[in-house]
């Protein structure tokens, strides 16, 4: 087998439009396979999504397992146990049969050659592969508010991303719509770090496991040359630009920053640095954690923990604007300093 697609979920995936995307490959099916695994257990999956009025991730097994070369793994994880996307990419990475492992997001549409251009570009060159990623502004056919009801046509989508005309690039900032390298090189970077540090829906974990590809491999991850993916249109999800997302995400890149430096590929290396990193942020990390917890399993924090979330992230933008009136007031001394 040529080819083994991973994909995962924690119980907030609306859509798994992967699995039809692959459907309508021009390649032969015996030469690849789709693991999708499912942190939390069959029944509080499917009780999400049919809560929704959608398909579950085993619907969409029932309908295509006599089609394609499928398989849905459950780790049945209680909604208490954050999140930890690399926690189930790494169960697929043991599974995988394929000679190349392409970890991609779930629910998005592909052109028809996307396996063939994947697997040319495999054979050329000793390669890690990531994939342009464009995203409809808005659902077709229905309003915002009734976007999972949406027309999901690659053609159609790709007319509302705003960026459809952009020339694909050498390299990619997002890693997260596909990561694809050999399956030696995977098991050899020990997959994706599994320290709590990355136990959020803000995270660069797929950045981070690129580089260390790339340290392993000494080749820059490129863009798939002739090829892009596209997002159908859906609400915003986890917000990066934010003060305490962005602290977390700096402290994330840290660790990145350490493996280059050190020229480390196996993230189990450098879990001293790790501990010390969490330790001395902890209960800014922990809050940060919670809070992602809360959403992906749908329950209400206890007061404590949401007086904790809460301060955090109120002292962290007091802090900032508190330094910028510092700064402002410090300038205007200078300033008047010099008049007189």
Known sequence: MIHSIISWDCSFRNFFHLIDALLAQEYDRNQFELIFVEQRTKEVADAYNHK????????????????MNIRIVYLGDDPSIPYHLGR??????ELAKGEIISI?????????????LLEKYHKDQIAIINLVRHCASYPIGVKKEDWTKGVIDFERCLKACPTRNDPIPRAVGNKGP??????????IVGGYDLHPIWSTGVSRLGQDVTARLEILTGVESTALPDAFAVHPYHPLGFLRSNRSSKKLLGLQMDLINWARSN?????????????????NNRRFIEGMIYSERLISSGKEPPKLNSLLVLTTSVYINVRGKLLKIIKDFISCLRWDTRRQ
Do not use: Q
């Not at 991609?104 to 063939?116: A, E, I, Y």
């Open 263 to 279: 020229k480390e590929p196996l993230w189990e290396k450098r879990t001293v640095y790790t501990e010390r990193l969490f330790n």
């Open 104 to 116: 991609m997001d779930g629910d998005m549409l592909l052109p028809s050659n996307f396996l063939t």
């Open 88 to 93: 189930c990419n790494n169960k697929a990475i």
């Open 178 to 187: 596909l990561i694809s390298a050999r399956k030696e090189h995977w098991e």
């Open 52 to 67: 929704l009025g959608l398909k579950s991730l085993w619907d969409r097994y029932e309908e295509v397992k006599n089609k």
